[in-house]
């Protein structure tokens, strides 16, 4: 069974970047089937999708977010990353990271999701 | 503001059945089928429990039902349980740049 586990700081600093792994397990990132994709979710607020990464290294992000946003991936690794750059307090949340099915675009398993807080 | 819109909350006794909305344009739910809806339990990520407007992953109960009428989704929960209180929020495929949108999420009360 495919898990995915976040890390990095839970802390960033004003104007820093936000930099967080997802470690997928039990399954390959090359599969083919899938995107990679960050989510995240403001405190008390709703999902808000960041972007997507396929094993190829193709990507698409939220245009919302489309400027302060990269993902990449290390498929050597089976790991995806996220960085947001120029974070301010309004990109406090808890970010998630979760497998795409490629064809018909669920979200069918979820990290458990880490908590960044931006603040000096 | 989320782009799907769904009630803020929704209560119901056990037993009884409640339907959760979720209303988007017909450039989401209303030209894809690909309208999933996910549980989340205070503290817990979200989970998968419709997805392609009407299919239950394996292992989801078969309370958990969702229908779609032009540009507005629908999940029903039957025979309400305890365990059911939670966050409740749809998701749809949507045409253009933004590709993937959420509701705003409705909280379940089980009274």
């Known amino acids: 069974q495919v898990q995915l586990q976040e890390s990095g700081p839970g802390l960033v600093e004003p104007s820093q970047t936000l930099s967080l792994t997802c470690t997928v397990s039990?399954?390959?990132?090359?599969?083919?089937?899938?995107?990679w994709t960050w989510i995240r979710q403001r405190p008390g607020k709703g999902l808000e999708w960041i972007g997507y990464i396929y094993y190829s290294g193709s990507t698409y992000y939220n245009p919302s977010l489309k400027s302060q946003v990269t993902i990449s991936v290390d498929t050597s690794k089976n790991q995806f990353s996220l960085k947001l750059t120029s974070v301010t307090a309004a990109d406090t949340a808890v970010y998630y990271c979760?497998?795409?099915?490629?064809?018909?675009?669920?979200?069918?398993?979820w990290g458990q999701g880490t908590l960044v807080t931006v603040s000096s | 503001q989320s782009a799907l819109t769904q009630p803020a909350s929704v209560s119901g006794s056990p037993g009884q059945s409640i339907t959760i909305s979720c209303t988007g344009t017909?450039?989401?739910?209303?030209?894809?089928?690909?309208v999933s809806w996910y549980q989340q339990h205070p503290g817990k990520a979200p989970k998968l429990i419709i997805y392609e407007v009407s299919q239950r992953p394996s292992g989801v109960s078969h309370r958990f039902s969702g229908s779609k009428s032009v540009n507005t989704a629908s999940l029903t929960i039957s025979g309400l349980q305890a365990e059911d209180e939670a966050d409740y929020y749809c998701c749809s495929y949507a045409a253009g740049s933004t590709r993937q949108v959420f509701g705003g999420g409705t909280k379940l009360t089980v009274l």
């Open positions: 017909s450039s989401d739910i209303g030209s894809y089928n690909f």
């Open positions: 039990g399954g390959s990132i090359s599969s083919g089937a899938h995107y």
């Open positions: 979760a497998r795409e099915s490629r064809t018909t675009n669920y979200f069918d398993c």
